[in-house]
């Protein structure tokens, strides 16, 4: 069974764009996460879909928004970019929400 | 408000011996503990998980045990091995029958290094 995709890997921005990341779960399931990782932070949690409605939120501000499609698979978007958003955005999936994450590679972002 | 904290950044242990991670959470609502390793460049594998009804679960090499009344979970690696060298993130979460899961809460992470 392929593992947690993530697309794509790596990606430069400047100030005030906007950008899409996109993550492709493991087949069957439903839950798709999305966590930032800085060094200072660690792991944040963005957001949780589960059937293509937003189930869970964590504490992040309006420019970062999510969807998910009928095929499970999850696109991340970040409005104005800003320095402080420079990160590992990392796509977990999981069955229904609960027990085990399974992570992608994630997708590096650098906003210069 | 860090409510999963892993107090030692580090850790550093010889090959064989016992490694033991450490994790603290603030909120009694948890109910759900995981352990992850990361390795450079590559996303947060599972390893472990306990249910807060356990006080301990094993797999293989790995035990982690869990002790409610100090909301203090720990991992344990015995024995380790170079390959284990990653850094290790604890995460808790509270599951609700009808919603699942709620959302993860990652610990700050603790390297842990193997020397041969």
Same mark, same amino acid.
């Given at each position: 069974?392929?593992?947690? &995709? ?5 990606l430069i921005k400047t100030r005030g764009q906007q950008v899409t990341l996109s993550c492709s779960p493991i087949s069957g399931?439903? *839950? =798709? ?6 060094? %200072?932070?660690?792991?944040?949690? @963005? ?5 293509? &409605? ?16 009928? +095929? ?6 970040? *409005? &104005?970019?800003? @320095? %402080? ?21 994630g997708t590096r972002l650098t906003v210069t | 408000d860090q409510q999963v904290k892993q107090n030692s950044p580090s850790l550093? =242990? ?7 991670? +450490? ?39 790995? &035990? =982690?045990?869990? +002790? ?36 993860? =809460?990652? %610990? ?9």
């Amino acid at each position: 069974k392929a593992g947690v &995709t993530q697309t794509p890997r790596y990606l430069i921005k400047t100030r005030g764009q906007q950008v899409t990341l996109s993550c492709s779960p493991i087949s069957g399931h439903r *839950s =798709v996460s999305w966590y930032q990782q800085t060094p %200072g932070q660690g792991l944040q949690f @963005l957001f949780e879909y589960f059937s293509e &409605t937003q189930r869970n939120k964590g504490n992040f501000p309006g420019r970062f928004s999510g969807r998910q499609f009928s +095929n499970s698979r999850s696109e991340m978007n970040v *409005s &104005t970019l800003e @320095l %402080g958003d420079s990160a590992l955005y990392l796509c977990a999936s999981s069955l229904d929400g609960g027990g085990e994450q399974y992570f992608g590679p994630g997708t590096r972002l650098t906003v210069t | 408000d860090q409510q999963v904290k892993q107090n030692s950044p580090s850790l550093s =242990v010889q090959e064989g011996r016992i490694s033991i991670l +450490n994790c603290d959470y603030t909120n009694s609502m948890f109910d759900y503990f995981l352990w992850y390793k990361k390795y450079p460049a590559e996303g947060p594998t599972f390893l472990i998980s306990i249910s807060s009804i356990k006080d301990k679960n094993e797999d293989g090499r790995f &035990t =982690v045990f869990l +002790n409610k009344s100090a909301k203090h979970l720990s991992l344990h690696i015995v024995p380790s091995q170079p390959g284990d060298s990653a850094v290790y993130f604890c995460a808790a979460s509270r599951r609700t029958i009808i919603q699942g899961a709620q959302k993860l =809460v990652f %610990g700050q992470g603790t390297r842990l290094t193997i020397n041969p």
